[in-house]
């Protein structure tokens, strides 16, 4: 009898301090994710003809999901009013046809027009940058650093060398991957509308349907997680999409207004390039950073002054006003996952990074309090608040 006790009592300690422990359970799970990254870099091979059909499937499904979230609440909009959801996705599909038609005739030739003249004019840049970089080199105070300079300057231009040299060894598989890579957008223009078009008109029967293979009693706690992550894209993308049109127009503008060539390209990229988080605004600054150095000291200031008008309205106006805080993600998280996304993926990667970060974390979440609920690890204080 006694000898049970002892063991009934050895067992409890070792339950408590090290099963039942959440620093040790903390650590087993840590060890546990780095055993699975372990054996998916040994593995990774295997998972090649998967990762290829992901790149098919995936960016037609992606493409369709972001204009899915755009276009929905307009169809749910419509079809309160009375408008059979049938006819107001047609509706809806050729006013975007129209929309892309317009762009492709009158925005896309000015844009090839100002691509194709920044490109023609781009060694006169050169050549005045150059001259200004001299001018200041000439100086009393920077004569010192003249070699220091120089030694960087070359070093810039024999790497952008070497760049140019790999683009011109274009081999023959690179050529092969570029078609590839044609050959797979084009897919995806084309299946893109069919996907769209089902999604948006059965799209609320897909959860339902699914809920079907699920027990009972975890089809409510699902649909809720279900609920919350499409709530977390959805407002990410319309926000997102938002802003960048919005910054699009304001560079537009200003750019227009001081004067700096290359107005609507530039405005354009600025768009684009903030649908990056934090980072996408300075990368816009670099180009028109650029024209201003050419243009002068006072296009320069000009440039400046329309950077922080856009940066002061975006800031304090529009993102508080479309995207506010939803996504309750510290900067500092959307920066590292912008840079672990980008360097896995890249481009994808650094678009989509968020937002595939923001459905984890609801995921996780829900995960982690069912997990509190059904582990002792966390009723500590209650038990400590009985025994007082």
Known sequence: MGQEKDK??????????FLNNQVVTSLLIVLLILLILLVFTK????FKP?????????????????????????VDYLEKKQIPRLWSI?????????????????????????????????????????????????????????????DMGDRLINSLGDIIRNISTFTVQGLGSFFGAVA????AIITMPFILFYLLKDGKQLAPYLMKFLPNKMRQPTLKVLGEVNSQVSSYIRGQLTVAFAVAVMFILGFSFIGLDYAITLGITAGFLNLIPYLGSFLAMVPAVF??????????????????IEQTIEGRV???????SQLDIHPVTILVV???????FGVVGVILGIPVYAAAKVIITHIFEWYKDVSSLYHEEEELKKLE
């Not at 009934?8 to 301090?17: G, H, M, Y």
């Not at 024209?291 to 922080?308: D, Q, S």
């Open 43 to 46: 593995v990774s091979y295997l």
């Open 8 to 17: 009934e009592k050895r067992f409890s300690w070792f339950w408590r301090w």
């Open 291 to 308: 024209l201003g150095i050419v243009g002068g000291p006072v296009l320069l200031a000009k440039v400046l002054v329309v950077f922080v």
């Open 184 to 187: 797979t957008i084009v897919v």
């Open 318 to 324: 529009i993102s508080p006003l479309v995207l506010g």
């Open 50 to 74: 998967v990762w290829q059909f992901v790149g098919v499937v995936g960016l037609p499904l992606i493409m369709a999901g972001i204009l899915y979230y755009l276009m929905n609440p307009v």
């Open 338 to 344: 912008l840079l672990t996304s980008g360097k896995l």
């Open 90 to 150: 047609i509706g809806l599909f050729i006013v975007v046809v129209a929309l892309i038609i317009w762009g492709l005739v009158v925005i896309v030739p000015k844009i090839q027009e100002q691509t194709i003249s920044f490109g023609n004019h781009f060694p006169q840049y050169i050549d005045t940058i150059d001259q200004k970089m001299q001018e200041i080199l000439s100086d009393p105070f920077f004569a010192q650093f003249r070699s220091q300079l120089e």
